[in-house]
């Protein structure tokens, strides 16, 4: 079981970036899947989820309207689209798997490596 999450970058403040969280190993579509992030000396938290049942989603609500979350089974692929983006959602970005849309970090299973989003002002 892998998860790779990747499309982090550096960006203006305003603008977009779409995070991938590709899987390995096993099919996304049985589990739900969450996007975190963490800040220099903060904690860990989620940013948006996207169900196995339903495919319901939930946001932070730093992000929403702003921040969509969808899934392309046959890519096997979660997206995290990041549109308005703030010098405060900087952090890096990490996508889970777990059984449900928990909001603790305990509620998920397996944790892809992580990827950088910088938002300058």
């Known amino acids: 079981v892998q998860l790779q999450a990747s499309g982090g970058g550096l960006v203006q403040t305003g603008g977009s970036l779409r995070l991938s969280c590709a899987a390995s190993?096993?099919?996304?579509?049985?589990?739900?899947i969450g996007w975190f992030r963490q800040a220099p000396g903060k904690e860990r938290e989620r940013v948006s989820c996207?169900?196995?049942?339903?495919?319901?989603?939930y946001y932070a609500e730093s992000v929403k309207g702003r921040f969509t979350i969808s899934r392309d089974n046959a890519k096997n692929t979660v997206y995290l689209q990041m549109n308005s983006l703030k010098p405060e959602d900087t952090a890096v970005y990490y996508c889970?798997?777990?059984?449900?849309?928990?909001?603790?970090?305990?509620?998920?299973?397996?944790w892809g490596q992580g990827t950088q989003v910088t938002v300058s002002s």
């Open positions: 996207i169900s196995s049942s339903d495919g319901s989603t």
């Open positions: 889970a798997l777990g059984w449900l849309c928990g909001v603790g970090v305990n509620e998920y299973d397996y």
């Open positions: 190993g096993f099919t996304l579509d049985y589990y739900a």
